[in-house]
């Protein structure tokens, strides 16, 4: 996921992708270069300080907007997930995570909204500065000057993120009304996903030809943001278009067509170096339940094997890396295979334990799953 974890705000977990740290430098720097209209006069430490704080303004704007999809989410009846913070909103994907079209649309609107009105919000507090401006003494006409441009800055980028993310394309929020639009006519979400892929692809293709344009033309930085933000969606539009085909591969597949019920556990005790070879071979099923007492306290995986270095293995044991606990959801025989994709992108698992009336029965892993999908893929003679 390539996302850290950093806090915890209204019960979620708050974490911040990667791709942040470059986009909070390119604002900083961006800022900071236009310094003199936001501050003339300023020091360039002052200048830096401005860069700084415009950068995580918009960082905490962008954390409002994902807070506003969770808790609106969340008054839908969906269990909460970690909030992830991306630069062009984000914890949208194709993973389906309501069983209602209107709960889709209303979790998708609701970042926008929140983004809008903190851009309203901070505009207010440009518009109020200079009515303070016109009736201060020098200093405070300066003071007051500044912030009102710093201000109007912020609520500029949230306006622009508010209306960005209203775009019909994947993965903004835009995409997912056109989903829930189209699933609600339609009856099939997959339908709702294939047309939100179809408009983000020309959506994409529009905003890369005008980047260019505008490259050769006006400017070479901006052209090319709003061209690489024009292959970002053509890009995910294939991936949407890919988990629609995956969508109809596993429709009526449940977790019971897969699930493994003689798996071998692993004792908690053991070092990896006595089994992880094994575990990350190509055939083997990905994960594992590890057992104390020949019980099971929670799954080890492929992913949290290759976390660990070799040189290490040795000292490690199975239960110091174990997924255990409000960390490890479980599922039942009769889950859809399709939810057992979603759980398994949105906790970063290669397995997960299948539970009847709360005893451990079996494990359904991520490979099993992909292994159905590849097999009735040929069958069908689709490209999965």
Aim: net charge neutral; charged share 15%.
């Amino acid at each position: 996921m390539n996302a850290l974890p950093v806090a915890r705000l209204f019960g979620f977990e708050i974490r911040i992708h990667v791709s942040w740290a470059l986009i909070l430098a390119l604002i900083a720097v961006s800022v900071v270069t236009q310094a003199g209209m936001l501050a003339p006069g300023a020091s360039p430490a002052a200048s830096w300080l401005i860069g700084g704080v415009v950068a995580a303004g918009f960082l905490l704007s962008a954390l409002a907007h994902e807070l506003g999809h969770a808790v609106a989410a969340r008054r839908a009846g969906l269990p909460g997930v970690p909030v992830v913070v991306y630069v062009f909103g984000g914890a949208a994907g194709p993973d389906l995570e309501t069983e209602r079209p209107r709960d889709e649309a209303a979790i998708a609107l609701a970042g926008p909204l929140v983004s809008l009105l903190i851009g309203i919000a901070f505009v207010g507090i440009f518009l109020g500065t200079l009515l303070v401006g016109g009736t201060a003494d020098g200093a405070a006409d300066g003071a007051a000057s500044t912030i009102g441009r710093i201000a109007v800055v912020i609520g500029a980028l949230n306006l622009l993120l508010g209306l960005v993310n209203l775009l019909p394309a994947y993965p903004l929020d835009g995409g997912r009304v056109v989903r829930a639009v189209v699933w609600q006519r339609s009856g099939d979400p997959s339908v709702g996903l294939r047309a939100a892929a179809t408009s983000g692809r020309w959506l994409g293709r529009l905003a890369a030809v005008a980047g260019f344009a505008v490259v050769l033309t006006i400017d070479a930085i901006d052209g090319l943001f709003i061209a690489a933000f024009g292959w970002f969606l053509i890009t995910v539009a294939r991936a949407a278009e890919r988990s629609a085909v995956v969508d109809d591969l596993l429709r009526g597949s449940v977790v019971d067509d897969v699930m493994d019920r003689d798996t071998a556990g692993v004792p908690a005790g053991l070092t990896l170096d006595t089994f992880a070879d094994q575990l990350l071979a190509a055939e083997a099923p990905g994960a594992v339940p590890v057992l104390r007492d020949h019980e099971f306290i929670g799954m080890l995986g492929a992913r949290q094997v290759s976390r660990i270095r070799r040189g290490k293995w040795a000292t490690t044991r199975a239960a110091d890396i174990v997924v255990s606990g409000d960390r490890l959801p479980s599922v039942t025989p009769s889950t859809p295979l399709r939810a057992v994709l979603d759980l398994l992108q949105q906790h970063t698992l290669d397995g997960l334990p299948v539970r009847v009336d709360g005893a451990f029965t079996g494990i359904v892993t991520r490979r099993a799953v992909a292994a159905l999908v590849r097999e009735r893929a040929r069958e069908r003679g689709v490209v999965s």
